[in-house]
Nanobody
Framework: VQLQASGGGLVQAGGSLRLSCAAS????????MGWFRQAPGKERDFVAA???????DYADSVKGRFTISRDNAKNTVYLQMNSLKPEDTAAYYC?????????????????WGQGTLVTVSS
């Protein structure tokens, strides 16, 4: 499956952004979709994941502020980010896997989007 992320940008602390990730070339509904982020000089970290049926998981750092969702009819996964903080600044990547049990491990995701940059100013 090919993934194309979009929606990043510059926002002030406390603001909101909505990221989108459009999938093509595969059976979207068969994939667990995830969002990861990578700040400069740091590792790629898990943010959120969602099953085809809508079951979700979040990193503690974003729980209560971010919401992952998907529209299987549109082959798209979203990440609604509210109450953004400067420490949320990173490149955000969407990814696909078929294994829910390893949803927090970047190495187990076989398909990746190109990344979209989110910058939160203080």
């Amino acid at each position: 499956v090919q993934l194309q992320a979009s929606g990043g940008g510059l926002v002030q602390a406390g603001g909101s952004l909505r990221l989108s990730c459009a999938a093509s070339g595969g059976t979207f509904s068969s994939y667990v979709m995830g969002w990861f982020r990578q700040a400069p000089g740091k590792e790629r970290d898990f943010v959120a994941a969602i099953t085809s049926g809508g079951f979700t998981d979040y990193a503690d750092s974003v729980k209560g502020r971010f919401t992952i969702s998907r529209d299987n009819a549109k082959n798209t996964v979203y990440l609604q980010m509210n109450s953004l903080k400067p420490e949320d600044t990173a490149a955000y990547y969407c990814a696909a896997t078929t294994n829910w049990r390893s949803r927090r491990r970047a190495a187990d995701f076989g398909s990746w989007g190109q990344g979209t940059l989110v910058t939160v100013s203080s």
